[in-house]
């Protein structure tokens, strides 16, 4: 549905009788639209009004005892645009998780740069794939963000705001990693191309068990499928090596194919979990 678009009776009906027989993106785009138009808003009041009168009653009942207090209220301070359009793509609960992801990429380089040197593992390069997911976690969390039922229970909270989030932890973290691997002489396709792979190997699974199941399952995997092994063995594993970048284009290909062709599911609150 664009916004040139008005939604059809069938949509409005429906969604006044309790969304009884939409899908979830149907739902989702409706909300989304209703935002914007108020030609539909009144469409959809005035079809309430025939379909579900006792819900028109008490609607008209709670307006009447808020509207007296909505005049007396003090206007909220107007944001800056700026202001606005980060909170769009972040919220304040990833400023200090964020901030030690960080620190541990800044820890990492220092150990790679204060150790023996070619013989060992990078451990930027080790940590690289699994930094962002730790971001990603964070950035949709019921634990962490006190907002993220009320986030989560808004029209928009579908697979545009996962992906804003996504893409505000990568821009926070691959300029801390393209340093590091420029200082110790990673080439960017080393840790790049695992880092994109792993986020988007996330949102694909998040799209079946909810994103904060995924990026934990993925990272606790790695830890002990590849991180492990590979301290305990002092050597860089075939998976990092030049050998394997076909692989992480392969998976991240894979990634988005599956992300693009299940959207509709982060539409669903509790997928997103």
């Known amino acids: 549905m664009s916004g040139t678009e008005h939604a059809s009776a069938r949509l409005v009906d429906h969604y006044a009788r309790g969304a009884a027989g939409l899908a979830a993106d149907e739902v989702w785009a409706l909300e ?15 079809t309430l009004t025939g379909a579900a ?26 944001r800056r645009r700026l202001t606005a359009r980060l909170a769009t793509w972040a919220t304040p609960a990833m400023t200090p998780w964020l901030a030690m992801v960080l620190a541990v990429t800044l820890l990492a380089l220092l150990l790679d740069l ?10 930027v390069l080790l940590l690289a794939p699994v930094l962002p997911v730790a971001g990603v976690v964070v950035s949709w969390s ?10 989560a229970a808004t029209p928009r909270a579908g697979l545009a705001l996962v992906l804003r989030r996504t893409v505000a932890v990568l821009a926070a973290v691959i300029p801390a ?20 792979a792993c986020t ?14 995924a990026a934990v399952a993925l990272a606790a995997a790695w830890a002990a499928a590849v991180a492990a092994p590979t301290l305990a063995a002092g050597r860089t594993p075939a998976v ?34």
């Open 32 to 46: 989304a639209h209703l935002e914007a138009c108020r030609g539909c808003r009144d469409r959809l009041a005035a």
């Open 53 to 78: 009168p006792g819900l028109a009653a008490l609607t008209d009942a709670v307006w009447a005892d808020i509207a007296p207090r909505l005049d007396r209220a003090a206007p909220a301070p107007p």
């Open 114 to 123: 204060a150790g023996p040197g070619s013989g060992r593992i990078s451990l």
């Open 177 to 196: 990693l393209l340093a590091a691997g420029w200082a110790t002489g990673l080439t960017a396709a080393q840790w790049l191309l695992p880092c994109l």
């Open 240 to 273: 990092l090596r030049a050998d394997g970048l076909p692989l992480w284009c392969a998976l991240l290909a894979l990634g988005a194919a599956v992300v693009l062709a299940r959207r509709g599911a982060y539409a669903a609150w509790g997928r997103n979990r």
């Open 200 to 213: 988007s190997a996330t949102l694909a699974l998040g799209g079946l068990i909810g994103v904060t199941r």
């Open 142 to 151: 019921r634990g962490v963000d006190p907002a993220h039922e009320l986030t």
